[in-house]
């Protein structure tokens, strides 16, 4: 069955570069179709898109924070890491990674299996 | 940018009740609507994806439809496992953009 599972710090620093891996298994960014994406979740708030990457190394990011993300793979170890520049506590949140099905279409697919979430709190 | 409106914010309902969220895009996204569930402290889980394709394991009292721009999620009855946030989602303009959440309370 296909899992998710995110690691990184809990806490950072403003200003500070934070970097998170989501290790998965079940699956394999090698199969055509098939993407990796990073949402987060501030405390009481909504969902909000981040980075996406596919199975082709094609890439993309949320229009209003591209200027401070990163997302790669590694396919040799099954994990997708982002990274995000400039953090400031208006960036805490639970961060979460998800599999993503573009099978039906490529570029409008949907999150169907999602990893248990990390708290990330910025803060001095 | 897309935007995604949920109405209403919050509603309040009994078990057995049938209950109506709608989400209203900014501009046309064909289908590429998908609608997640929320529970407090846990992930969201994907239950309707493609405006109105029941993930399978869902239970068949939610549905979804609507195309365009206006979209609705139905749960025809509730039952007490429902009570949640519940998201929508666009796919259409790539990475995707969310809805605001309607939280389904006890009334």
């Known amino acids: 069955q296909i899992t998710l599972k995110e690691s990184g710090p809990t806490l950072v620093k403003p200003t500070q570069t934070l970097t998170l891996t989501c290790t998965f298994s079940?699956?394999?960014?090698?199969?055509?179709?098939?993407?990796v994406g990073w949402i987060r979740q501030p405390p009481g708030k909504a969902l909000e898109w981040l980075a996406l990457?596919?199975?082709?190394?094609?890439?993309r990011y949320s229009p209003s924070l591209k200027s401070r993300l990163t997302i790669t793979q590694d396919t040799s170890k099954n994990q997708v890491v982002l990274t995000m520049t400039n953090m400031d506590p208006a960036d805490t949140a639970t961060y979460y990674c998800?599999?993503?099905?573009?099978?039906?279409?490529?570029?409008?697919?949907?999150?169907?299996?999602w990893g248990q979430g990390t708290l990330v709190t910025v803060s001095s | 940018d897309i935007q995604m409106t949920q109405s209403p914010s919050s509603l309040s309902a009994s078990v057995g009740d049938r209950v109506t969220i709608t989400c209203r895009a900014s501009?046309?996204?064909?289908?590429?609507l998908h609608w997640y569930q929320q529970k407090p402290g846990k992930a969201p889980e994907l239950l309707i994806y493609l405006a109105s394709r029941l993930r399978s394991g869902v239970p068949s009292r939610f549905s979804g439809s609507g195309s365009g721009t206006d979209f609705t999620l139905t749960i025809s009855s509730l039952q007490p496992e429902d009570f949640a946030t519940y998201y929508c989602q666009q796919s259409d303009s790539s990475p995707g953009s969310f809805g605001q959440g309607t939280k389904v309370e006890i009334k």
């Open positions: 501009q046309s996204i064909t289908n590429y």
């Open positions: 998800a599999h993503r099905d573009d099978r039906s279409g490529y570029d409008v697919g949907f999150l169907d299996y």
């Open positions: 079940g699956f394999s960014l090698g199969t055509s179709g098939v993407g």
């Open positions: 990457i596919y199975w082709n190394d094609d890439k």
